[in-house]
T-cell receptor
């Protein structure tokens, strides 16, 4: 079946531009996560949704970062006034249910380069 | 949050077994031990998880020490496709009335497989 899909695969933005990154989770998955991965590092948690409710946004690095999942399915991560330090791979993951044992399924990410 | 310690890198020969160690001396009683791997230019992929008993699946085996302060991921016959960064992760339990936690990644172990 289809996995987690992210678009675009690559995004180049000029400093100061706004960007929107899309995530299509696996159908029926309740939980959705966003992660940021800098070059050579492990992914770092940004935010978490359970259905349409954003239950944890403690990892968002600044108020320029905003995420939504209005109908409990597709999610969008928006970054306003991009800065060079925002350059990273942004990963989306979904899981079928809440709970520690439910594995996360990751997309292949969006590589954002801010010039 | 409980942390894990893994070697930065390991090498293996193709078709030989690989033992990837992980130390987690501060693990709590209800933390699950998860392993994910990340191939180049892809998102992380779930490998296996366990709580106390050893676990086997089609991808790998997970051996958990009796005191749970360490674990070992075992690839029985390494192939070139197994070259990846392997992450050992303790699932952080955040209780939202249903117990859901995100994944806290470290730097992982970069596994190289020689033909």
């Amino acid at each position: 079946g289809a996995g987690v899909s992210q678009s675009p695969r690559y995004k180049v933005a000029k400093r100061g531009q706004d960007v929107a990154l899309r995530c299509d989770p696996i159908s029926g998955h309740v939980s959705l996560f966003w992660y940021q991965q800098a070059l050579g590092q492990g992914p770092e948690f940004l935010t978490y949704f359970q259905n349409e409710a954003q239950l944890d946004k403690s990892g968002l690095p600044s108020d320029r970062f905003f995420a939504e999942r209005p109908e409990g399915s597709v999610s969008t991560l928006k970054i306003q006034r991009t800065q060079q330090e925002d350059s990273a791979v942004y990963l989306c993951a979904s899981s079928l249910a809440q709970g520690q044992a439910s594995p996360l399924h990751f997309g292949n990410g969006t590589r954002l380069t801010v010039t | 949050d409980a942390k894990t310690t893994q070697p930065n890198s390991m090498e293996s020969n193709e078709e030989e077994p690989v033992h990837l160690p992980c130390n987690h001396s501060t693990i709590s009683g209800t933390d699950y031990i998860h392993w994910y791997r990340q191939l180049p230019s892809q998102g992380p992929e779930y490998v296996i998880h366990g709580l106390t008993s050893n676990v086997n699946n089609r991808m790998a085996s997970l051996a958990i020490a009796e005191d749970r302060k360490s674990s070992t991921l075992i690839l029985h016959r390494a192939t070139l496709r197994d070259a990846a960064v392997y992450y050992c992760i303790l699932r952080d339990r955040l209780d939202y009335g249903g117990s859901q936690g995100n994944l806290i990644f470290g730097k992982g172990t970069k596994l190289s497989v020689k033909p």
